[in-house]
């Protein structure tokens, strides 16, 4: 049996339906608003992206940051709109299936975090996300002068200059 070729972007798929799963779930009650939906939305958007572009660090970077803010924004429309005793069987469900999805957000941020690293080449990815100090690169700035020492007292060699 020919063996497949490895899946590129394998956790990134992963935490992308693990998502999708659990926000179609937990949007099935009306218990939650509308704004459950629109952060989701930036979610599953920038993970796509993240899928679609695996050079690229920003959409991992956005998709770490509205994945974290995720955390409180779910914790506060929980408090707020939680369904009441006398609620159907539907809404209850889908706010149980809200609070899995709260308890995995944490672990797909991790992963997140991870994925960012590797795709970064550097262990302390997270600390250039908010735009801190940058690590010295191996990059050249060529268009910066560098004196050269001169054995002659700052005269210029023309052995090598062009004849006009």
């Known amino acids: 049996m020919p063996s497949l070729p490895p899946i590129r972007n394998f956790n990134l798929k992963v935490l992308f339906l693990a998502h999708f799963v659990f926000i179609a779930l937990s949007s099935m009650g009306y218990w939650s608003s509308s704004a459950f939906l629109f952060y989701n939305f930036f979610l599953i958007l920038f993970l796509v992206w993240s899928i679609y572009q695996p050079d690229s660090e920003e959409p991992m970077q956005m998709a770490i940051v509205v994945n974290g803010v995720s955390i409180f924004l779910d914790i506060l429309l929980l408090v707020m709109s939680y369904p009441s005793g006398a609620a159907a069987a539907r809404e209850k469900f889908s706010a149980a299936m809200c609070i899995l999805h709260l308890i995995i957000r944490p672990f797909s941020t991790i992963v997140l975090i991870k994925?960012?690293?590797?795709?970064?080449?550097?262990?302390?990815?997270?600390?250039?996300?908010?735009?801190?100090?940058?690590?010295?690169?191996?990059?050249?700035?060529?268009?910066?002068?560098?004196?050269?020492?001169?054995?002659?007292?700052?005269?210029?060699?023309?052995?090598?200059?062009?004849?006009?």
């Open 115 to 164: 994925n960012l690293e590797e795709r970064s080449g550097s262990e302390g990815a997270l600390s250039g996300l908010f735009g801190g100090n940058q690590q010295q690169s191996s990059y050249e700035d060529i268009d910066r002068t560098v004196p050269r020492s001169s054995s002659q007292g700052g005269s210029y060699d023309f052995s090598g200059a062009q004849q006009i």
